[in-house]
């Protein structure tokens, strides 16, 4: 039993499956997250497996790096074939001016967040924020106040697993965080969680970044390893905000392109790569950039007062978002879904070819995850030799990388 579950999780991590969410180590008291040597987190035992009863099966049905699930779309829902189901979609931003600013996009998540715990509707909020004791770093946190959850905002392009901390299978908890955890919680609350599952707030997700490339940017910015950095934000404070590290007196930054185009999003894991859900389809709540398109249709990061896109996935999240505006806490006004699709290509195109990375993948000696409901196939016959010039291109890179590590 032990071994099957020590088994499962082995062979997730070394077909590069793993996408660094957390839920394993839920199961099993000895596993730990850690950083790997191309600086993503794994989980890794730390002494004999302690896992708990049915823990191979809860993992194999929760963990993205096994399977991510397409869910049935509520009753009234709006299905678009490439963001998925939504029963409300506005622009949205935090009537809170230091919340805006400080959000990552419009500051909605952490305005619903402040307002979830001012009500009483949650005792906590898990997130993810830097790492007080060591601010390079990304770490889960619980959030209990406005100051908290002020501290959390904004986006880290960085490794954190949202589902190491014990505090997400408390009752009465909402938890924000990737769409591969939020897929992953949802279809394991049933078994893990005593009474209602949270409610679960995401946004939408290109991928995480490998630790080294904080690293790489810090040292671009002539911050060496050595040197002690007292914050490190990655965006926020400004939409979108600039790659932030203080050390000592000084500041160091630098802009999204820069950051996240230049540096950052390069490093992201191949898990990302053959994402089939970076938009949160398994949430109540889903947060985006609401960017604006110049006149080629391509999203522009001029800095402007943030704006989330706010997706209700569930009709629980559509009467948070709506009683939360109701109370004054966020502002909404109406959004198109094409206009949504437009402002993320990234997000548009990776699902429309996914099916084609997936077989590139599978071709090269690779396992990606499965994907079921999610009706990949008939997306990529839209766009045939697109479809097949990415299959072979995937099935390059995958062989290449193999014939890299067997050689090591
Ligand atoms: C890895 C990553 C990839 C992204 N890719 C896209 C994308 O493709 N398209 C797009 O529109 N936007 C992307 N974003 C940005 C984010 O989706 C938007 O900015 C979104 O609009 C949230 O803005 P907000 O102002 O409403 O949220 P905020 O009010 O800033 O709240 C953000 C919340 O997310 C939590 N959080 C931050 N980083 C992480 C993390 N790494 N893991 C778990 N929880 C975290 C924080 O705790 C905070 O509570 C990405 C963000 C991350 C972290
Ligand atoms: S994807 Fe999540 S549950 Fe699966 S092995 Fe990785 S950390 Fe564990």
């Known amino acids: 039993m032990t071994d099957d579950f020590e088994r499962a999780v082995a062979q997730v991590v070394d077909s590069q499956a793993c996408s660094g969410c957390g839920l394993c180590t839920r199961l099993d008291s000895s596993l730990t997250m850690q950083l790997d040597s191309n600086g993503y987190l794994r989980p890794r035992f730390d002494g004999d497996s302690q896992a708990i009863p049915n823990a191979t099966a809860i993992f194999r049905?929760?963990?993205?790096?096994?399977?991510?699930?397409?869910?049935?779309?509520?009753?009234?829902?709006?299905?678009?074939?490439?963001?998925?189901?939504?029963?409300?979609?506005?622009?949205?931003?935090?009537?809170?001016a230091a919340l805006r600013h400080a959000g990552s996009s419009g500051g909605a998540l952490t305005a619903i967040h402040t307002w979830l715990l001012d009500t009483g509707r949650a005792a906590r909020v898990t997130g993810a924020a830097a790492d007080p004791?060591?601010?390079?770093?990304?770490?889960?946190?619980?959030?209990?106040?406005?100051?908290?959850?002020?501290?959390?905002?904004?986006?880290?392009?960085?490794?954190?697993?949202?589902?190491?901390?014990?505090?997400?299978?408390?009752s009465a908890s909402a938890v924000c965080g990737k769409p591969c955890e939020i897929s992953a919680l949802r279809q394991t609350a049933g078994d893990l969680i005593d009474?209602?599952?949270?409610?679960?707030?995401?946004?939408?997700?290109?991928?995480?970044?490998?630790?080294?490339?904080?690293?790489?940017?810090?040292?671009?910015?002539?911050?060496?390893?050595?040197?002690?950095?007292?914050?490190?934000?990655?965006?926020?404070?400004?939409?979108?905000?600039?790659?932030?590290?203080?050390?000592?007196?000084?500041?160091?930054?630098?802009?999204?392109?820069?950051?996240?185009?230049?540096?950052?999003?390069p490093t992201t894991q191949w898990r990302c790569k053959v994402c089939v859900d970076g938009v949160g389809e398994s949430a109540d709540i889903v947060s985006a950039d609401s960017w604006e398109s110049d006149e080629r249709g391509y999203p522009v990061f001029t800095e402007g007062e943030g704006r989330s896109a706010l997706l209700a996935r569930t009709?629980?999240?559509?009467?948070?978002?709506?009683?939360a505006h109701a109370a004054g806490v966020i502002a909404l006004e109406p959004l198109e879904v094409s206009q949504l699709a437009q402002a993320q290509p990234l997000q548009t195109n990776r699902r429309r070819f996914l099916s084609a990375r997936l077989l590139g993948s599978r071709l090269a000696g690779r396992r990606p995850p499965a994907y079921p409901g999610f009706r990949l196939l008939?997306?990529?016959?839209?766009?045939?030799?697109?479809?097949?010039?990415?299959?072979?291109?995937?099935?390059?890179?995958?062989?290449?990388?193999?014939?890299?590590?067997?050689a090591h």
Not at 147 to 157: D, F, M, V
């Open 133 to 170: 004791a060591a601010p390079r770093r990304t770490v889960p946190v619980t959030i209990t106040s406005r100051a908290q959850a002020l501290r959390a905002a904004g986006s880290r392009y960085a490794p954190v697993a949202a589902l190491d901390s014990a505090d997400v299978l408390l």
């Open 195 to 265: 009474g209602e599952a949270p409610l679960m707030l995401s946004f939408f997700c290109a991928g995480t970044p490998s630790q080294s490339g904080t690293d790489a940017l810090l040292a671009d910015l002539g911050v060496d390893l050595s040197d002690t950095v007292h914050e490190l934000r990655y965006r926020g404070n400004g939409w979108p905000g600039r790659f932030t590290a203080r050390i000592d007196d000084d500041v160091v930054s630098a802009d999204y392109d820069e950051s996240w185009g230049r540096r950052l999003g």
């Open 378 to 406: 008939r997306l990529s016959l839209g766009a045939p030799r697109t479809a097949l010039r990415t299959l072979r291109g995937t099935f390059a890179r995958v062989r290449r990388e193999r014939g890299e590590r067997e």
């Open 315 to 323: 009709p629980r999240g559509r009467q948070a978002i709506l009683d």
């Open 61 to 96: 049905r929760g963990c993205p790096g096994v399977v991510v699930r397409g869910l049935a779309p509520p009753k009234d829902a709006t299905v678009h074939p490439l963001l998925g189901a939504h029963v409300g979609l506005w622009n949205a931003w935090a009537t809170d």
